[in-house]
């Protein structure tokens, strides 16, 4: 789907010259246009549905703390958590980690008997959140935040006509969307991890690994792109 890619590209691009700031909704309007055009959605499974609440009872079980628990703990703290934390500072928010970290927590903790057990940094949300794009004074992101969980909000009580919906779109079209609005973040966060010379080879090594997608023993890139990130760097300052 070439001209689907091309026409979103290049939507963006035009937006990003006159309106940065609706760069991304101008690439998902042309997409959906030219989606259309060529036949490309299919809405039969489409149809308008509420999310139903449903108590389950919560009960203590070793092995799950074991077989689900920890695992979704580590994939938490790796590939949400240590990300966010970059995406922040690599952004201007000089934030101490403790605070955040402990307070995700505690919600997680409190919040689990409810089904909300995976409180985290959202890092994929805080890279669009806390970039330019979403306000020119970096004192004002906060108002992304707050309108992304409202929306986040709307998405949960319609969540199976979302979830049709997206369904409906061709992948091409959600794939470039999704990479479309994280240019700026990735751009950003390379400009600041490629500062340092003494640094450049492991914040290097640290993206292209994560990058890979390398999954193994069921832990994702994120984790794997740090651990070879941090092996590097160990090695070329022992070498200095």
């Not at 920890?70 to 201007?92: C, D, H, K």
């Not at 999704?178 to 492991?202: F, K, N, V, W, Y």
Request: aromatic share 10%.
């Amino acid at each position: 789907q070439p001209v689907l890619v091309l026409g979103m590209f290049f939507s963006y691009l035009l937006a990003k010259r006159m309106q940065p700031r609706y760069a991304v909704l101008a690439a998902l309007l042309v997409g959906c246009l030219i989606a259309g055009i060529s036949g490309l959605l299919d809405f039969q499974r489409f149809s308008l549905q509420v999310a139903v609440p449903v108590w389950t009872t919560p009960a203590f079980s070793l092995a799950a703390i074991f077989s689900i628990g920890i695992p979704l703990f580590v994939i938490a703290m790796a590939s949400q958590n240590m990300p966010g934390l970059a995406v922040l500072r690599a952004e201007g928010y000089q934030v101490p980690a403790s605070p955040l970290i402990s307070t995700t927590g505690i919600a997680s903790v409190l919040l689990a008997p409810f089904g909300s057990h995976g409180i985290h940094l959202a890092a994929i949300t805080m890279a669009i959140c806390a970039g330019p794009e979403a306000h020119p004074d970096p004192q004002k992101r906060y108002t992304a935040a707050a309108w992304c969980g409202v929306f986040y909000g709307i998405a949960g009580i319609f969540g199976a006509t979302l979830a049709a919906l997206f369904a409906a779109f061709p992948a091409a079209l959600v794939l470039s969307v999704a990479a479309l609005a994280l240019l700026g973040s990735i751009g950003s966060g390379l400009t600041q991890a490629m500062q340092h010379p003494d640094e450049r080879e492991a914040a290097l090594i640290t993206f292209m690994v994560t990058a890979s997608g390398l999954t193994l023993f069921g832990i994702g890139a994120a984790l794997w792109g740090l651990i070879a990130g941090v092996i590097t760097l160990l090695i070329l300052r022992r070498r200095n």
